[in-house]
């Protein structure tokens, strides 16, 4: 079963492929090397090849033949990528020449040597390549024709649809555990009536991933005695996969009518279900529903408007998005059984008890299997039941050491379940599933991370709805979320995990094209490495070995190598020498993703610039202190994660040559000094996390002036060293509408070389993007704040920080920034006075703000309220006011809200009626 299933990304592989050769940038180049007629060649044969897939996906399950056919297909389509992606980069290196001023050609040629030796070698090297890659093409291809490959429309799995098994309304009560609450919550929905929605058919959908039992969920509630009794008409549709509207309204009438035979037009089916619903209170459950079209919705619901109020429809799905087309009320997400319920079902199954009274030699082997089924009931009753009458210990143990996809489908119902939600997924999203059996089970990953991994590696091909492939790969994430193939860690919400059936299903589909190293390799338990695989991971130990990584050094085509965990912290970080990690750079000539997060790595080899296909690099957490200046040949990097660098310096001079990078993360490089020079290069720039003004104005802003792409964070540090005040209008941030997160920092050490006017003149210059919700200006030295801080044209800034501002003496006029919920303002050591200034001369001041804080104001004595203010229109949505190390303020203002609470702090002179305000914190 391994990798069968894995075989039908290769549309989608082929589609890629078929893509690149007809990009106009490669044609034109081709053209002019007079290699197009064999690119054209090529594209021909390989759109033949893609015509026959959906039959080969098909047949390679009966025939063999067919499965060594697409096994060698997809070595060759990597082979394939390999030489175009070589193609292109020799035609962007022509360009990038062509392009150049004449003075500039020499320097641009030394930098693209080390990528292309020598054009006239190369070229016939190139030429020669594609010649060879395309009579390899004609030979597989015309091997199809051999296998009695036809070419067909729609994927295999249109022609087993019909093999669905079907579910009914019936339910044996007694073997279902766990879900008491579950269907009292769905019994209280279906007999409350909600007037609101009588215009609206009223939805209950039900949400969960495959085996959760959404199915029997749906089953205990419509045989409940109380839920028959109050509706006049009920009926149950297994919609499955084909939601054809005809058929399902049919289906309907048939079961409220059985009278109803011979009507197929959809208009008298829906004219006859319309007269039969007509004034009757109505329950109808549709199981199983997959369609996201809206259309084809409202089509199916036009006869049930006309139920009385109270009609009720429950829908089951594993899809969030056909919960959002059908809810008129918030869907109910199943989740997994405890430990206990899925015990009592899998005993239930498997000794026709619900415990081990009588088998106890069974039991903790028994406890066991339960716990791998992480609550799942379907995975519960299927292992139940394949132990069935078997009461030897051998046999329970054996389930321990085998996998739920090596059994036979006729005795377990996990991998039909599972294998359904994989069939229906689009080949994008299966190619980037499989991707993710890289992952052991119950690692926890990031999202965004995941998703720049799937664009290194070329998932991501764009399209007219997402210009950005980050974009792009964010749909597919969220796709892949909502069918439950990924969860939510319940350690942390930010991070997923998938279900350890998900993970084993993902293994099964992978095949030997992805492999992942564990911790048993050392006692030989791992099965080797193919030397056919293209995508590996492994754990990180505290010191690795040059034998540890023998079996990579013959796997040539090797695509990805990530240490795993990826953002593992430096203190428990493992170490590998230089030497192993130059002997292995050395023989993977062909990686498009590397992590080497978290080691004790002081610096690279110089090889590492050799990676010329190379788009991902992480080396977040580790030891490094510089970059060599080989990284800047890797033309093609798309992504440079350097976080976590505490000893990283500096980076290297020639960054600014790194013309495909997207993203640059320098998150929390302390003794990391300043940018490099030609950083305003990296035009494609998505991510910078901080920008760093040097000693002596060797950079300046301006090098911001043509990252128009920069989003997220940015926080520019250094602004003291600005010497020129035109450089902060070249730096452009106010057309920079993507930048949400913006931290303005200058020096702490305000000496006598600080100029006040100076820094207020750079800070006028640094208007923001309208578009920006956080904001921190920190160190600021000038006596006070710009005009554009006083205008309110942040329409959805929600958190703004001032702190260590010591040399101004008034506060900005902040009332007026509407949306603004968070201000903190911190070591505004010169202001003594709070006054109606701040307030930004509106009636009703800081209508959104929920906390506000003043920590170390050393002179601040006085705060107002506005003139003729009453309670409730100045802060009337505060929640909580933290005044800390404030000492010489003397009260507090009578015009705020009652309801606020207080946490107050080393402010001895503070006095006020603490009876006015709802709580109290720490108040010292």
């Given at each position: 079963?391994?990798?069968?299933?894995?075989?039908?990304?290769?549309?989608?592989?082929?589609?890629?492929?078929?893509?690149?050769?007809?990009s106009?940038?490669?044609?034109?180049?081709?053209?002019?090397?007079?290699?197009?007629?064999?690119?054209?060649?090529?594209?021909?044969?390989?759109?033949?090849?893609?015509?026959?897939?959906?039959?080969?996906?098909?047949?390679?399950?009966?025939?063999?033949?067919?499965?060594?056919?697409?096994?060698?297909?997809?070595?060759?389509?990597?082979?394939?990528?390999?030489?175009l992606?070589?193609?292109?980069?020799e035609?962007?290196?022509?360009?990038?020449?062509?392009?150049?001023?004449?003075?500039?050609?020499?320097k641009?040629?030394?930098?693209?040597?080390?990528?292309?030796?020598?054009?006239?070698?190369?070229?016939?090297?190139?030429?020669?390549?594609?010649?060879?890659?395309?009579?390899?093409?004609?030979?597989?291809?015309?091997?199809?024709?051999?296998?009695?490959?036809?070419?067909?429309?729609?994927?295999?799995?249109?022609?087993?649809?019909?093999?669905?098994?079907?579910?009914?309304?019936?339910?044996?009560?007694?073997?279902?555990y766990?879900?008491?609450?579950?269907?009292?919550?769905?019994?209280?929905?279906?007999?409350?009536?909600?007037?609101?929605?009588?215009?609206?058919?009223?939805?209950?959908?039900?949400?969960?991933?495959?085996?959760?039992?959404?199915?029997?969920?749906?089953?205990?509630?419509?045989?409940?005695?109380?839920?028959?009794?109050?509706?006049?008409?009920?009926?149950?549709?297994?919609?499955?996969?084909?939601?054809?509207?005809?058929?399902?309204?049919?289906?309907?009438?048939?079961?409220?009518?059985?009278?109803?035979?011979?009507?197929?037009?959809?208009?008298?089916?829906?004219?006859?279900?319309?007269?039969?619903?007509?004034?009757?209170?109505?329950?109808?459950?549709?199981?199983?529903?997959?369609?996201?079209?809206?259309?084809?919705?409202?089509t199916?619901?036009?006869?049930?408007?006309?139920?009385?109020?109270?009609?009720?429809?429950?829908?089951?799905?594993?899809?969030?998005?056909?919960?959002?087309?059908t809810?008129?009320?918030p869907?109910?997400?199943l989740?997994?059984?405890?430990?206990n319920?899925?015990?009592?079902?899998?005993?239930q199954?498997?000794?026709?008890?619900?415990?081990?009274?009588?088998?106890?030699?069974?039991?903790?082997?028994?406890?066991?299997?339960?716990?791998?089924?992480?609550?799942?009931?379907?995975?519960?009753?299927?292992?139940?039941?394949?132990?069935?009458?078997?009461?030897?210990?051998?046999?329970?143990?054996?389930?321990?050491?085998?996998?739920?996809?090596?059994?036979?489908?006729?005795?377990?119902?996990?991998?039909?379940?599972?294998?359904?939600?994989?069939?229906?997924?689009?080949?994008?999203?299966?190619?980037?599933?499989a991707?993710?059996?890289?992952?052991?089970?119950?690692?926890?990953f990031?999202k965004?991370?995941?998703?720049?991994?799937?664009?290194?590696?070329?998932?991501?091909?764009?399209?007219?709805?997402a210009?950005?492939?980050?974009?792009?790969?964010?749909?597919?994430?969220?796709?892949?979320f909502?069918?439950?193939?990924?969860?939510?860690?319940?350690?942390?919400?930010s991070?997923?995990?998938?279900?350890?059936?998900?993970?084993?299903?993902?293994?099964?589909?992978?095949?030997?094209?992805?492999?992942h190293?564990?911790?048993?390799?050392?006692?030989?338990?791992?099965?080797?490495i193919?030397?056919?695989?293209?995508?590996?991971?492994?754990?990180?130990?505290h010191?690795?070995?040059?034998?540890?990584?023998?079996?990579?050094?013959?796997?040539?085509?090797?695509?990805?190598?990530?240490?795993?965990?990826?953002?593992?912290?430096?203190?428990?970080?493992?170490?590998?020498?230089?030497?192993?990690?130059?002997?292995?750079?050395?023989?993977?000539?062909?990686?498009?993703?590397?992590?080497?997060?978290?080691?004790?790595?002081?610096?690279?080899?110089?090889?590492?610039?050799?990676l010329?296909?190379?788009?991902?690099?992480?080396?977040?957490?580790?030891?490094?202190?510089?970059l060599?200046?080989?990284?800047?040949?890797l033309?093609?990097?798309q992504?440079?994660?350097?976080?976590?660098?505490?000893?990283?310096?500096?980076?290297?001079?020639?960054?600014?040559?790194?013309?495909?990078?997207?993203?640059?993360?320098?998150?929390?490089?302390w003794?990391?000094?300043?940018?490099?020079?030609?950083t305003?290069?990296?035009?494609?720039?998505?991510?910078?996390?901080?920008?760093i003004?040097?000693?002596?104005?060797?950079?300046?802003?301006?090098?911001?002036?043509?990252?128009?792409d920069?989003?997220?964070?940015?926080?520019?540090?250094?602004?003291?060293?600005?010497?020129?005040?035109?450089?902060?209008?070249?730096?452009?941030?106010?057309?920079?509408?993507?930048?949400?997160?913006?931290?303005?920092?200058?020096s702490?050490?305000?000496?006598?070389?600080?100029?006040?006017?100076?820094?207020?003149?750079?800070?006028?210059?640094l208007?923001?993007?309208r578009?920006?919700?956080?904001?921190?200006?920190?160190?600021?030295?000038?006596?006070?704040?710009?005009?554009?801080?006083k205008?309110?044209?942040?329409?959805?800034?929600?958190?703004?920080?001032?702190?260590?501002?010591?040399?101004?003496?008034?506060?900005?006029?902040?009332?007026?920034?509407?949306?603004?919920?968070?201000?903190?303002?911190?070591?505004?050591?010169?202001?003594?006075?709070?006054?109606?200034?701040?307030?930004?001369?509106?009636?009703?001041?800081?209508?959104?703000l929920?906390?506000?804080?003043?920590?170390?104001?050393?002179?601040?004595?006085?705060?107002?309220?506005?003139?003729?203010?009453?309670?409730?229109e100045?802060?009337?949505?505060?929640?909580?006011?933290?005044?800390?190390?404030?000492?010489?303020?003397?009260?507090?203002?009578?015009?705020?809200?009652?309801q606020?609470?207080?946490?107050?702090?080393?402010?001895?002179?503070?006095?006020?009626?603490?009876?006015?305000?709802?709580?109290?914190?720490?108040?010292?």
């Amino acid at each position: 079963m391994a990798g069968i299933v894995g075989e039908a990304v290769l549309s989608c592989f082929i589609q890629k492929l078929v893509d690149m050769v007809t990009s106009p940038e490669l044609w034109k180049y081709a053209r002019k090397e007079q290699v197009d007629s064999e690119l054209k060649r090529c594209k021909n044969i390989l759109t033949k090849i893609c015509l026959v897939l959906n039959d080969a996906e098909e047949k390679q399950m009966t025939n063999p033949l067919v499965k060594i056919w697409l096994d060698e297909l997809r070595d060759l389509a990597y082979d394939v990528e390999d030489i175009l992606d070589d193609f292109a980069i020799e035609a962007l290196r022509s360009s990038l020449i062509m392009a150049q001023p004449q003075q500039g050609i020499s320097k641009l040629r030394d930098m693209l040597s080390s990528l292309i030796p020598s054009a006239s070698t190369s070229n016939s090297s190139m030429r020669s390549k594609i010649k060879e890659i395309t009579e390899r093409l004609q030979e597989i291809s015309a091997q199809k024709n051999d296998l009695d490959l036809r070419e067909i429309a729609g994927g295999w799995w249109s022609d087993r649809k019909r093999k669905r098994e079907q579910t009914t309304s019936l339910v044996v009560e007694s073997d279902v555990y766990g879900r008491e609450k579950n269907k009292a919550d769905i019994v209280d929905m279906l007999l409350k009536h909600d007037p609101s929605s009588d215009d609206e058919v009223s939805v209950i959908p039900i949400v969960g991933m495959g085996g959760i039992g959404k199915t029997t969920l749906a089953q205990l509630a419509f045989n409940d005695d109380e839920v028959k009794g109050r509706f006049d008409l009920r009926a149950w549709v297994c919609v499955s996969d084909d939601f054809d509207v005809s058929k399902i309204t049919k289906t309907i009438l048939q079961s409220v009518d059985p009278g109803t035979h011979d009507v197929n037009d959809l208009n008298l089916l829906q004219v006859k279900l319309k007269e039969k619903f007509s004034g009757k209170k109505f329950l109808l459950v549709l199981d199983d529903v997959w369609n996201e079209n809206c259309h084809e919705w409202d089509t199916l619901c036009m006869p049930m408007r006309a139920g009385a109020p109270g009609s009720k429809l429950i829908v089951t799905t594993r899809n969030e998005g056909v919960a959002a087309v059908t809810r008129t009320c918030p869907a109910y997400p199943l989740r997994e059984l405890s430990n206990n319920d899925c015990l009592s079902l899998f005993t239930q199954q498997a000794l026709r008890t619900r415990n081990f009274d009588a088998h106890p030699h069974l039991k903790e082997v028994g406890e066991e299997i339960v716990r791998r089924c992480k609550g799942l009931p379907l995975a519960a009753k299927a292992l139940g039941g394949m132990l069935r009458n078997q009461l030897s210990r051998d046999a329970w143990a054996n389930i321990l050491t085998s996998r739920i996809w090596d059994l036979p489908e006729d005795k377990s119902h996990i991998l039909p379940a599972l294998m359904l939600s994989y069939h229906h997924l689009p080949s994008h999203l299966k190619q980037c599933f499989a991707y993710c059996s890289m992952f052991p089970k119950d690692y926890e990953f990031n999202k965004d991370d995941l998703v720049l991994l799937w664009m290194a590696e070329g998932f991501l091909q764009k399209t007219k709805e997402a210009a950005r492939p980050e974009d792009l790969g964010s749909k597919y994430f969220n796709d892949l979320f909502s069918r439950s193939f990924f969860q939510h860690s319940s350690r942390n919400s930010s991070r997923y995990v998938m279900h350890d059936l998900i993970n084993d299903l993902a293994q099964s589909v992978a095949g030997e094209i992805y492999f992942h190293l564990d911790g048993a390799w050392e006692n030989n338990k791992q099965s080797t490495i193919s030397e056919k695989t293209r995508h590996s991971s492994f754990n990180r130990q505290h010191s690795e070995t040059q034998r540890k990584f023998e079996p990579f050094h013959k796997v040539k085509c090797l695509r990805t190598l990530v240490a795993l965990p990826m953002d593992q912290p430096v203190f428990s970080s493992g170490y590998i020498s230089s030497k192993v990690l130059d002997d292995l750079l050395k023989e993977v000539k062909y990686l498009r993703v590397l992590s080497l997060s978290g080691y004790k790595i002081y610096g690279l080899p110089d090889s590492i610039g050799n990676l010329k296909y190379l788009r991902y690099l992480n080396l977040s957490g580790s030891s490094i202190r510089r970059l060599p200046d080989s990284v800047c040949h890797l033309y093609n990097l798309q992504a440079l994660i350097l976080s976590d660098c505490k000893d990283l310096t500096t980076l290297p001079v020639g960054i600014g040559n790194l013309i495909n990078l997207r993203h640059l993360h320098i998150f929390d490089t302390w003794k990391l000094q300043e940018m490099p020079s030609q950083t305003g290069n990296l035009t494609k720039l998505q991510t910078l996390s901080k920008f760093i003004v040097g000693e002596g104005n060797n950079l300046g802003l301006r090098e911001l002036k043509n990252l128009f792409d920069l989003r997220g964070q940015l926080s520019i540090l250094g602004l003291h060293n600005v010497m020129n005040i035109r450089d902060g209008r070249d730096a452009n941030l106010e057309s920079k509408h993507g930048i949400e997160e913006l931290t303005m920092e200058w020096s702490d050490d305000f000496g006598a070389s600080r100029n006040e006017m100076h820094e207020r003149n750079v800070l006028e210059q640094l208007r923001p993007h309208r578009n920006l919700k956080k904001l921190t200006i920190a160190s600021y030295g000038g006596s006070g704040f710009p005009n554009w801080m006083k205008d309110p044209s942040f329409p959805i800034m929600t958190h703004l920080i001032l702190k260590d501002c010591k040399r101004c003496t008034s506060l900005p006029a902040l009332g007026q920034i509407s949306s603004l919920k968070v201000l903190h303002i911190k070591g505004m050591s010169e202001v003594r006075t709070i006054n109606e200034e701040f307030y930004g001369g509106i009636v009703k001041p800081f209508p959104s703000l929920e906390s506000l804080t003043f920590e170390v104001m050393a002179e601040w004595e006085y705060w107002f309220c506005p003139d003729a203010v009453n309670e409730g229109e100045l802060f009337p949505c505060l929640r909580l006011l933290t005044i800390r190390d404030c000492r010489k303020l003397q009260q507090l203002p009578n015009c705020l809200p009652s309801q606020v609470k207080l946490d107050i702090s080393c402010c001895p002179n503070l006095g006020f009626a603490s009876s006015r305000f709802a709580s109290l914190g720490e108040v010292s």
